[in-house]
């Protein structure tokens, strides 16, 4: 299965997920599709046959509203069945609406409290450090997420402790809860104040797969300092009346709606 | 009580290169010798406790055993929602260590008083709370915390008793000591508070009245034995705390005696009421001041007696 592929089986998964169950965030979903199938199509170190390999790639998604995109990611790529997706949010499931690890393979981190991941990750990547690992440490942050200062705790830390093999991610789709992030709490300069806090960053297309190659893989291994991959997205991405609008951070796609996502997103191949 | 965890520790991660020590960037002087020893075994995360929490639950994660230094309100309030959804939720190894509990800080003021933490502490599923009474408690704690996998808090006040344990004595995590017997009533203490309790035992002795003394140096889990044993054996119950009287020992002692359906034939709770104290003090005139000390257990103790 190509990473296109593996986007566009999330993507349906994340729609009929969230409206199986009435759950929000597509938009958010549909935003980290293509970079959640990048990492585990082709970029982690990760063995679904043996999900706590001790040398594998570690990977939190700390924008954990976003979790139905792990769940099917996971799921496609054999950690579980898929069949199991259609748990997610019902009564009794422990497929929780926003990211947990309880129960469900291949989750290394619970999160949905946004501003806990990094800390996490840091602290990951800071044991692989002592141990002498080579594996790295990737964490998916919202661009909203940033205005939580403990964040940038933990990109003083990183930075001040080399920790190279990490990775941060933001999802930057410019919107967040209520509005957009330049009406919310603006974070331009963006790259310039990861950079001033001594993170490498690169910047790509969140969602031309060859570009995403390129960032999420050897392009961030290089060098001691951290890195930072701001990935511009469009929220809603795939489903034309979802992109670009803050009404689908919340709204879950009923009846009619719901058959035209499907229809736009079954079409994107 | 503070040196007691901190020797312990250094004597135990000399063996043991999964233990780790982070600190908020606070034990001036107290850290310096572990940090030079063990420099891969020691952080100073800086004055950040959120990250700190965090980065000990993703070092747990990985397999060390993380201790979490600050005082008073810092590791514990400023960073309680890393402690709840990152290492209690992950049962991570993780134990959480406030020095300067109740008002061992007394005269830095409220920011610096720690009254509230066992109650909020305990509240969370999943977290072992240990507040020790003495010198050897304080070691012994830090040990069984190194051997039972899970996150704790550990508190730490600033009174230092250096009291020996009885010989062949062992520590165990939920486990209650009974340190003096009588049966006039049962004094129940929490962390430092032990002291007191002690004194008031000394002087209910001498007028006759032998209570028995238990410190309860883990407040959760809770030793339901020993509460319900001290309703049925003895004159009463007195709960003594550095700490407010919501939530934390007394409200714990009470629980069990309601949920057992076994009640003392008198209950009184020492501890703080007067809400937040914005008068300063030493950690002793403090006490005296909101009536927690040694003279407030024996009139508690008297009129249950009726004496």
């Known amino acids: ?269 | 009580m503070r040196d007691a965890f901190v020797a312990r520790l250094t004597a135990l991660a000399e063996d043991d290169p999964r233990l780790m020590l982070i600190t908020g960037d606070l034990g001036f002087g107290v850290l310096t010798k572990f940090a030079e020893r063990f420099p891969r075994q020691f952080i100073n995360a800086g004055v950040a406790e959120q990250n700190m929490m965090g980065l000990a639950t993703g070092l747990a994660m990985e397999g060390h055993v993380v201790f979490t230094y600050s005082i008073a309100n810092f590791g514990t309030l400023r960073c309680l929602e890393q402690i709840r959804n990152d290492a209690a939720y992950h049962d991570a190894n993780v134990k959480v260590v406030a020095v300067g509990g109740g008002f061992s800080y007394g005269a830095l003021g409220i920011s610096h008083h720690a009254t509230e933490d066992l109650a909020i502490l305990r509240a969370l599923p999943a977290m072992t709370v240990v507040a020790p009474g003495d010198d050897w408690e304080a070691a012994e704690a830090t040990e069984a915390l190194v051997n039972t996998p899970g996150t704790a808090y550990l508190r730490l006040d600033r009174s230092s008793m250096d009291r020996a344990p009885e010989q062949g004595e062992r520590f165990a995590l939920g486990a209650s000591r009974r340190v003096k017997e009588g049966a006039a009533a049962t004094i129940i203490s929490t962390g430092g508070m032990l002291g007191e309790a002690l004194a008031a035992h000394e002087t209910l002795a001498s007028e006759g009245l032998l209570t028995r003394v238990l410190s309860l140096h883990t407040l959760s889990p809770i030793d339901s034995p020993a509460v319900i044993d001290a309703c049925r054996t003895t004159g009463g119950l007195v709960t003594v705390e550095e700490h407010s009287v919501v939530g934390g020992l007394g409200s714990a002692v009470a629980e069990v005696c309601a949920d057992a359906e076994v009640f003392p034939r008198a209950f009184k709770r020492i501890g703080l009421r007067a809400g937040f104290s914005s008068i300063v003090g030493g950690q002793q005139y403090l006490r005296t001041r909101y009536g927690i000390d040694a003279a407030a257990i024996v009139a508690a103790v008297r009129s249950i007696a009726g004496a």
């Not at chain 1, 706590?52 to 139905?68: M, N, Q, T, Y």
């Not at chain 1, 967040?176 to 104040?193: G, Y």
């Not at chain 1, 031309?208 to 997205?233: F, K, Q, S």
Request: charged share 25%; with cysteine.
């Open chain 1, 1 to 269: 299965m190509t990473t296109r592929d593996l986007a566009r089986r999330v993507r349906l998964h994340a729609l009929d997920m969230t409206s199986r169950g009435g759950s929000s965030h597509i938009g958010s979903i549909l935003s980290i599709a293509d970079i959640l199938a990048m990492l585990y199509g082709e970029v982690l170190a990760v063995d679904p046959a043996n999900p706590r390999w001790p040398e594998r790639d570690r990977f939190i998604l700390s924008k954990g509203h976003a979790g139905a995109g792990v769940y099917a990611t996971l799921a496609e790529c054999g950690f579980f069945p898929t069949e199991r997706l259609k748990d997610h949010y019902q009564d009794g499931s422990d497929l929780s609406g926003h990211v947990s690890h309880k129960g469900i393979p291949g989750v290394e981190v619970s999160t949905g409290s946004l501003g806990h991941g990094l800390s996490i990750a840091a602290g990951m990547a800071y044991a692989g450090m002592l141990a002498g690992k080579s594996h790295r440490v990737v964490c998916l942050l919202s661009d909203g997420e940033c205005d939580e200062g403990s964040n940038w705790e933990a990109i003083l830390f990183a930075a001040h402790h080399k920790l190279g093999n990490l990775t941060a991610i933001i999802d930057y789709n410019k919107i967040q809860s209520l509005t957009t992030v330049a009406d919310t709490i603006a974070l331009e300069p963006f790259a310039d104040k990861w950079r001033a806090f001594g993170w490498r960053v690169l910047e790509t297309d969140g969602h031309d797969h060859d570009r995403l190659r390129t960032a999420l893989g050897d392009e961030a291994r290089v060098g001691e300092a951290p890195t930072c991959v701001i990935a511009h997205t469009t929220k809603g991405k795939g489903v034309s009346f979802m992109e670009s609008s803050v009404l689908w951070h919340y709204r879950t796609a009923k009846g009619e709606e719901f058959e035209a996502a499907k229809r736009e997103l079954q079409g994107d191949a």
